[in-house]
């Protein structure tokens, strides 16, 4: 009853809102029930004062006499005070161990601590983090969280063996977020309470370094990826793998262009070492758009250092390397072609690289107005018919000599006077195929000369 009532023994009789405890002979102790209702049929409330009677019903040998005991002194519902939750948790990457140690969090105290034993730090998984409550909180294992003592605000690195809420190493490049449970001091634990979650933190390690001396040159005359030659100093921190990549000079590239490369045909990978680096392409070596390096175009190199992922976490790019284009093996270069006084043909120009894999150079006339449907089909169909004036035979040497003019252009028209004519050098490919297999790809038809007219008066070609 409340304590601003009093109650007679009728009251009590009639009223529909007790406890019935039956008698033991001895003295009773009893826990009210939570669902208990006051003597006005209201559940008991917390701050609410009451006082307490016992109604003894008689039975046949008290003549089925009742009685009412005297009140109790007032008593104040008390309950169990809430248990408070710390604020502003957060957390930071604050070392690079790849571990625990590495994770720095900090909070606010509750603002009332009275009812809290400990505080517990829990490290969580993101993809987990919605569905961490209490409950799960207060069956962490005791390896799974910090606990930090009640009294003061927190900011500390987390130790280094400590593990997540499912019992796995906190480690770099997993998303986390962190909650600290106020742990109740009486005993229950679903009246502690958990904190709101962090912002989600990734831990990330070391940066790797680049080779500062990237270099790329031409050691070899096959006309393709392996005449490159790539040497560099090795990168520090946890590398994973060299990345050698091949790209047109014309063409921007930077750390997210390589980043995006996962074709490995599109680079060329070397595994990680402690020494200076040195590889050659291969001949079937691609660029990073994914076309053939080859002759006559020029590329410059990258490498792409790789983390490992773990201790190291961001990859690096060095620089480019010198600018280098594979020569044609067997194209003939610097092509000059003139007239002299006696009506001869004065050519020169700078020998294949690769003299092995040639028989002879065919000199061959192109009419001005077919120049721009002349091909290296039609160049080899031309050089093809023998024609020992426009013939000449490698020397080892770059070439300057005097030749009689050709009767015959390459469409196999006569070669006249006042028409104006443009000269090829067509490397005629040797019929040895051990001399000639490391030239397959290469052009043999040289860039053409300036222009020339045969004036009138020059002496006319002769049939031999």
């Given amino acids: 009853m409340k304590s601003s009532k009093n109650l007679t023994l009728s009251q009590a009789y009639a009223n ?23 003597s006005d049929g209201e559940l008991i409330q917390r ?11 008689g039975n046949s040998y008290s003549n089925y006499t009742n009685a009412l005991s005297s009140a109790s002194g007032a008593v104040t519902i008390q309950g169990i005070m809430e248990v408070g939750v710390v604020t502003d948790v957060t957390a930071v990457d604050a070392g690079d161990s790849n571990n625990a140690s590495d994770l720095k969090v900090s909070f606010k105290k509750a603002a009332n601590e009275t009812n809290i034993r400990e505080y517990r730090i829990m490290v969580v998984k993101q993809a987990n983090a919605a569905n961490f409550k209490v409950a799960q909180a207060n069956n ?3 390896n799974n969280y910090d606990s930090v003592p009640i009294g003061f605000d927190f900011s500390k690195a ?16 997993v998303d986390y977020q962190v909650f600290v449970l106020s742990v109740s001091n009486n005993g229950n634990n679903a009246l502690s309470a958990l904190s709101a979650p962090s912002a989600p933190i990734k831990l990330t390690g070391t940066t790797v370094t680049v080779p500062s001396d990237v270099y ?15 040497r560099f100093s090795p990168a520090t921190g946890s590398i994973n793998e060299y990345r050698i990549m091949v790209v047109p000079s014309d063409q921007g ?37 994914g076309e053939d390096v080859k002759s006559g175009y020029k590329y410059k190199v990258f490498v792409l250092v790789v983390a490992d992922g773990t201790v190291s976490t961001t990859n ?41 894999s040639i028989d002879a150079y065919r000199v061959l006339f192109v009419e001005k107005s077919q120049m721009k449907d002349f091909n290296l089909q039609k160049a080899a169909e031309a050089a093809g018919k023998e024609d020992t004036k426009a013939t000449i035979k490698p020397t080892n040497k770059d070439i300057s000599t005097l030749i009689d003019i050709p009767t015959k252009d390459v469409s196999g028209k006569d070669i006249t006077a006042d028409t104006e004519y443009a000269v090829y050098v067509y490397s005629v490919p040797t019929k040895d195929v051990k001399k000639a297999s490391s030239a397959q790809a290469a052009t043999p038809l040289s860039l053409p000369s300036k222009t020339l007219i045969l004036k009138t008066g020059t002496p006319a070609p002769t049939t031999p």
């Fill in 16 to 38: 529909s809102y007790f406890t019935t405890v039956n008698k033991t002979g001895s003295t009773i102790t009893r826990d009210l029930a939570s669902t208990t209702r006051d």
């Fill in 47 to 57: 701050g609410s004062s009451y006082r307490v009677y016992v109604l003894s019903l």
């Fill in 140 to 142: 962490v294992g005791i």
């Fill in 158 to 173: 987390l130790r280094p063996d400590t593990r997540d809420v499912d019992d796995q190493p906190i480690k770099n490049m």
């Fill in 216 to 230: 790329a040159g031409i050691e070899s005359t096959n006309g393709n990826g392996s005449d490159v030659v790539v």
């Fill in 253 to 289: 590239f930077g750390l997210d262009d390589a980043n995006r490369i996962t074709d490995r045909n599109w680079y060329t990978s070397v595994a990680a070492t402690n020494s200076k680096v040195e590889t050659t392409l291969s001949a079937s070596v691609k660029d990073v758009n």
């Fill in 316 to 356: 690096a790019m060095s620089k480019s390397s010198k600018e280098f284009e594979i020569p044609n093996p067997i194209q003939t270069t610097a092509l000059t072609a003139k007239l002299d006084a006696s009506g001869k043909l004065q050519v020169d120009f700078k020998k294949a690289v690769n003299e092995t």
